[in-house]
């Protein structure tokens, strides 16, 4: 048999100067490793804005959404698409395929906005816009700017073209987003009655605007001795020079702008603010770059912040309201410290079974070489330093020595055995390299199948696969080479060891002895272990249809966000008390250290009237005694007591799935053709929906009460005045539209010009009597004589999914309850509430879970299929792989069975601990099958004798390995640090199974390799 491990025995030089060099490149990599909180992916989606100020929802669904879905929709890779149209606004998300480059969507994107650029209305001044965003993305600093003695556009002014500009430019930050921003504008307010005196239409008031506020080039003038260049001073910079500027002249005198209209200093957009801990606030939220050191851009940022601070306006403050960083350098610091405290714990048990100091480091010297050389791996890749990452690490270190052991372990037998130690390991390392060989390569075969796992998280944890295969793997490398090169100098000798033979081992003795007896027993009753292996199976399939499923955990990130809805067509002011009582509540919590609230804008820009948000920043963990989702419990029903206004709050999700944006995590859409059916629809489940205990924050988009105004075109009138319908839309559009009619030019920034009728001319609809339409026939004309008026309400919001009008539902769950019982739920009340007409499903995060649960338990059966075939191969042999694997089924049980247990649930980390516990109990079928054919084959043994002897010999090894996995997956089972909560039902599902395995398989898979080996033995008979 060929001895892998001699060349390295034989040359110890050789074989420490290579693992110096990993160990040396692996540390170097280490601290060259980005960190972040997960890996970087990539996800392809694209959002396109267009704005049209003035236009109601259904205007802009109509005529600036369809058209520019039509156009979209022709693009190849598309997975979703929807639209969500309000008050002069427009937004379109696209998410594509994830084997779609994002490039070369953007590239389409921008070719269909300007096919479809000739079917939106010409009112549109700027073309609709489009940026790529990744959901798997939030913004790692918020900075908010207050200044009670500071004029709010001043503050803007620093904010944006000062510090936004100058962060922007720090290595590894993308963008810097505004919250609140109040960039000045001159509004003009216009008089209709007095323009309707002196005869001048809206229309010629706004071209006389744009004449006498001008900053054009007037070129160069050649003199005799040089050129001189023009400057013409036509540019106006205030509301004062507006108000004095003449627009025209009637009878010989001047008429002047405030003559019959009034210019104020004002800003872009009025109906919208942001505070800070109660006071108004400008906010920047700082995103990075998708493959940038999340803590060092953090670092970079705030090294600026001193120079930054001394440009502040007078009496200004800066505040950090929140630091992304701050979470992650703690759960990468406590996941360190989870790795270190696994480490110690695999340590003593390596001391406890191997009764020497030198034995231990031996052993352990696998973790440090194996897990550094991975960073080195990681470095190549290009992969980052994230929760994910070294959640792989933390698991790898209960099965990385596990090679080292058996090596070590075989080599002490024969040390034991008064075997002198040089040839001691090179017999035993000679005797366990196949078996190394087989752990090894089947054990990195379980994670293939994560590989090529589908959507967006087999793309997450792709990182996490590769990861884990590559520890495996050197750790196997690493016991073939360094660990018998260190056996066959530092074991202790025979002597030295008996001589310091503590308790523990007797202990063990004792047990072995034991199992023995208890083995032989079993082996002759075979039915007094099948019969519960059947059992166990049996309820193992039945576990896995009636656990709790969950998704991704929630982490205690320190964040959470708000959203509010107040009653379509309320008045701002009260919009604005609403919510600051709502924010004062919020404030008082004692687990709250910072609140941003903003009234009239969601993220990323403006929303709508009657929406507003919250970014909640809690205490330091220590400082409060409620985590995130029972801080968010009790504020819950704190907040219901504010009549008028809903509010919706969410710990913010690891990662953010699909393409809908909404107050709660989970969303359901409803499709369909005809409008009217799908209000009906809509409005009839959430009744039904609203009755389950289960469902939390229960909302839709629907919103059909927002107050509207149609005016009715008597058309023989309009005609017989000389007016146009579309001259009198144009007129109204002027006089309501809010209409960007010129701008302010200075040298660091441009500042718009904004006309509409004044707001005292508003306050009801008897004040459209006031106004007058210029007629070409002469005279001016009032409106409400070519036109009928009446009030009636309509909706705040119009949405698509598909290109098909949309109703989405959005809602929360206890953390107490399963998502899984949820979406039964909603999918039970669904088939019996919606017509035939109406189609129903789960988008984003929900979507994402019901197809992950579709996958998972395939990808498990991929697993063991991917195993057995492994097995196969390095065996040559179709019957003895079934017998490595029968351990399966009782992991798989004892994984199930603690997870309600400890209240956990089945989510992806405890699945990912299903997956490693495959990997994990298969080792002890291969020690024990391995020893057991080798002992046929060369001491000629009856298969009964040779697996009783594989089972007594590879004992201790078989023990030495669970016990360090358990000791290893104890740190994740605490779930103690930043994040720690989350993986908890990881660990638990890797103990339960672990424990339960042992317990039962040490007596099943010797039972089923002799049942094994009649069957082959048959199978050979007929074939001679």
């Not at 600093?141 to 001043?154: D, I, N, R």
């Not at 002047?256 to 200093?265: C, E, G, H, S, W």
């Not at 351990?887 to 247990?901: E, H, N």
């Amino acid at each position: 048999m060929i001895n892998l491990s001699e060349p390295f025995i034989k040359r110890p030089v050789a074989t420490t100067i290579c693992v110096m060099a990993i160990v040396l490149f692996g540390w170097i990599a280490f601290k060259s490793l980005p960190i972040s909180e997960l890996p970087n992916v990539d996800f392809p989606t694209i959002v396109v804005s267009a704005k049209l100020s003035g236009a109601d929802p259904e205007n802009m669904a109509s005529t600036v959404a369809t058209p520019l879905e039509k156009q979209l929709s022709s693009i190849s890779g598309i997975d979703s698409m929807s639209s969500v149209s309000t008050d002069g606004s427009t937004r379109i998300t696209i998410q594509f395929d994830l084997s779609r480059n994002i490039d070369a969507a953007a590239q389409d994107v921008q070719t269909a906005i300007s096919e479809a650029s000739s079917g939106l209305p010409k009112e549109m001044t700027d073309q609709p816009t489009f940026w790529k965003i990744n959901p798997a993305d939030s913004p790692i600093l918020y900075l908010a700017f207050s200044g009670e003695h500071v004029k709010m556009t001043e503050l803007d002014d620093y904010a944006e073209n000062y510090v936004a500009e100058r962060l922007s430019m720090v290595n590894g930050v993308s963008e810097v987003d505004v919250y609140g921003p109040q960039q000045y504008a001159v509004r003009i307010y216009v008089n209709p009655t007095a323009l309707a005196l002196r005869g001048i239409g809206l229309d010629v008031l706004s071209k006389a605007i744009q004449e006498v506020n001008t900053n054009q080039p007037s070129g160069t003038m050649q003199m005799s001795s040089r050129y001189h260049v023009l400057k013409t001073d036509g540019q106006l910079y205030n509301a004062a020079e507006f108000n004095n500027a003449i627009i025209t002249y009637q009878n010989n005198a001047p008429v002047r702008l405030k003559d019959v209209a009034t210019a104020i200093d004002s800003i872009q957009n009025d109906k919208a603010a942001t505070w800070y801990n109660g006071k108004r606030a400008i906010v920047l939220a700082i995103s990075r770059q998708p493959d940038a050191n999340t803590v060092q851009v953090v670092q970079d940022i705030r090294a600026q912040l001193p120079t930054l601070l001394k440009q502040l306006p007078g009496g200004a403050k800066l505040f950090v309201t929140y630091d992304r960083s701050e979470f992650i350098k703690a759960s990468i610091d406590d996941m360190e410290y989870t790795l270190l405290f696994a480490a110690l714990l695999v340590g003593i048990v390596m001391y406890l079974f191997l009764n020497s100091f030198p034995s231990m480091i031996i052993t352990l010297l696998a973790l440090p070489v194996s897990v550094l050389g991975t960073f080195a791996v990681m470095y190549l890749a290009s992969y980052s330093l994230d929760n994910l990452s070294l959640m792989g690490l933390v698991l790898a270190v209960g099965f990385v020595i596990d090679d080292a052991v058996v090596v070590l372990e075989n080599i002490v037998r024969h040390l034991e055995e008064g075997i002198p130690r040089e040839l001691a390991t090179l017999l035993g390392s000679s005797e366990i390299s196949f078996t190394i060989l087989s752990m090894t390569i089947s054990l990195i075969a379980v994670f293939i199948p994560l590989l090529f796992m589908g959507g967006m998280i087999g793309r997450l944890f792709h990182e996490f696969a590769v990861v884990v295969a590559t520890v495996i793997f050197l750790s196997g490398v690493v016991a073939l080479t360094l660990t018998p090169m260190l056996c066959s100098r530092f074991l202790p000798t025979h002597a030295t060891h008996l001589e310091t033979k503590h308790r523990f081992l007797d202990f063990f003795d004792h047990c072995r002895v034991r199992y023995e007896i208890a083995l032989r027993w079993v082996v002759d009753r075979p039915k007094f272990v099948f019969i519960p292996a059947l059992i166990t199976l049996l309820l193992t399939l039945g576990l896995f249809v009636w656990i709790p499923k969950g998704f991704i955990p929630s982490e205690d990130t320190g964040l959470i966000r708000g959203a509010t809805q107040a009653p379509e067509g309320i008045p701002y002011p009260d919009f604005v008390q609403r919510q600051e009582k709502a924010a004062t509540i919020i404030q008082s919590n004692p687990n709250v250290e910072g609140v941003v609230s903003s009234v009239g804008q969601g993220a990323g820009g403006v929303a709508n009237t009657t929406t507003g948000r919250f970014t909640i920043r809690l205490k330091p963990a220590a400082q409060r005694s409620l985590d995130a989702d029972q801080v968010i419990a009790q504020l819950r029903r704190q907040l219901s007591q504010i009549p008028g206004l809903k509010v919706y709050l969410q710990n913010p999700p690891m990662i953010s799935i699909g393409a809908v944006a909404s107050p709660s995590n989970y969303q359901y859409v409803l499709q369909g053709m005809n409008w009217t059916d799908l209000i009906n629809a809509s409005e009839k489940l959430q009744n039904e929906l609203q009755k389950n205990k289960n469902i939390l924050d229960l909302n839709s988009d629907l919103q059909l009460n927002n107050p509207e105004i149609d005016i009715h075109l008597l058309r023989d009138q309009v005609a017989a005045v000389g007016l146009t319908p579309d001259g009198i839309e144009n007129f109204l559009y002027l006089a309501y539209g809010a209409s960007e009619i010129s701008e302010i030019m200075t040298a660091d920034s441009q500042y718009q010009v904004i006309i509409e009728v004044d707001p005292k001319y508003q306050a009801s609809l008897s004040d459209l009597n006031s106004l007058y339409i210029p007629s070409p026939n002469g005279g001016s004309v009032p409106l409400l004589s070519v036109a009928r008026v009446s009030e009636h309400a309509g909706p705040l919001v119009v949405s698509h999914y598909g290109l098909l009008p949309s109703v989405t539902l959005s809602f929360d769950i206890p953390s107490s309850v399963s998502l899984s019982q949820v979406t039964n739920e909603i999918n039970a009340v669904a088939a019996k509430t919606l017509p035939s007409d109406i189609s129903g499903s789960f988008i984003g995060t929900a979507q994402s879970f019901q197809d992950t649960m579709k996958t998972l338990p395939l990808l498990l059966l991929v697993s063991i299929l991917v195993i057995y075939m492994v097995l196969a191969i390095l065996y040559e042999d179709f019957i003895h792989p079934l017998t490595i694997l029968t351990a399966l089924p009782f992991a798989l049980f004892g994984g199930l069975v603690v997870l309600p247990l400890f209240q956990q649930q089945l989510n992806l980390y405890s699945f990912i601990g299903l997956i490693v516990l495959i990997g994990l109990v298969k080792k002890n079928g291969i020690m024990m099958v391995d020893f057991a054919i080798e002992a046929q084959r060369n001491d000629k043994l009856s298969p009964k004798e040779a697996i009783i002897q594989a089972c007594m010999t590879r004992f201790r090894p078989i023990l030495m390995t669970t016990v360090a996995a358990i000791a290893a997956a104890i740190p994740i089972a605490i779930g103690l640090g930043a994040g720690g909560a989350s993986r908890r039902s990881l660990g638990i599902a890797m103990i339960g199974g672990l424990l339960f395995s042992q317990l039962f398989t040490l007596f099943v898979t010797p039972l089923f390799y002799l049942v094994m080996e009649k069957v082959s033995n048959k199978v050979r008979g007929q074939k001679h």
